[in-house]
């Protein structure tokens, strides 16, 4: 099998980054959303030709009937495809608590059971002083809210 691209293989640990798993559900988010709304398209060309041109023949009942039986699996697969494009967001959220968030809580419990001694005057009193001085940072207005949380997690 070859690659017309020339981008790297394949593989999974690609996904250990999680800037990789980021993009990686936000392409998959994509692919299915736009494969629901070609659905979507086939089925309300669907049901646009079945209401003008019903089959002659036919009683009321059975028109609506055979429309159904027509249009309905569309409506499902569409259904299905649009929970998949959401669903995306919990493959991402689930992937990076279990695969960065929580490893690295464990490793910081960890470090700190390991961790000597604080020294005098680096206690729980120094440590307060520090959070209620980053708590009463002004917060800029000039930023959007996404500057804003990148710039809280690195702090």
């Given at each position: 099998?070859?690659?017309?691209?020339?981008?790297?293989?394949?593989?999974?640990?690609?996904?250990?980054?999680?800037?990789?798993?980021?993009?990686?559900?936000?392409?998959?988010?994509?692919?299915?959303?736009?494969?629901?709304e070609?659905?979507?398209?086939?089925?309300?060309?669907?049901?646009?030709?079945?209401?003008?041109?019903?089959?002659?023949?036919?009683?009321?009942?059975?028109?609506?009937?055979?429309?159904?039986?027509?249009?309905?699996?569309?409506?499902?697969i569409q259904?299905?495809?649009?929970?998949?494009?959401?669903?995306?967001?919990?493959?991402?959220?689930?992937?990076?608590?279990?695969?960065?968030?929580?490893?690295?809580?464990?490793?910081?419990?960890?470090?700190?059971?390991?961790?000597?001694?604080?020294?005098?005057?680096?206690g729980?009193?120094?440590?307060?002083?520090?959070?209620?001085?980053?708590?009463?940072?002004?917060?800029?207005?000039?930023?959007?809210?996404?500057?804003?949380v990148?710039?809280?997690?690195?702090?």
């Open positions: 099998m070859s690659r017309t691209s020339s981008g790297p293989e394949w593989s999974g640990d690609m996904l250990d980054r999680p800037e990789m798993m980021e993009a990686f559900a936000s392409q998959l988010r994509r692919a299915l959303s736009d494969q629901a070609f659905v979507a398209k086939i089925r309300r060309d669907a049901e646009a030709m079945w209401k003008a041109n019903p089959p002659e023949g036919y009683n009321t009942f059975e028109t609506w009937w055979r429309h159904r039986w027509v249009t309905g699996p569309f409506g499902e259904e299905l495809l649009e929970k998949a494009a959401t669903r995306t967001f919990q493959l991402e959220a689930r992937y990076r608590r279990g695969r960065h968030e929580i490893p690295a809580a464990r490793q910081a419990a960890a470090q700190a059971k390991q961790a000597p001694e604080l020294a005098p005057g680096t729980f009193a120094a440590h307060a002083d520090q959070a209620r001085s980053a708590r009463s940072r002004p917060v800029s207005s000039d930023g959007n809210f996404m500057d804003m990148r710039r809280e997690r690195s702090a």
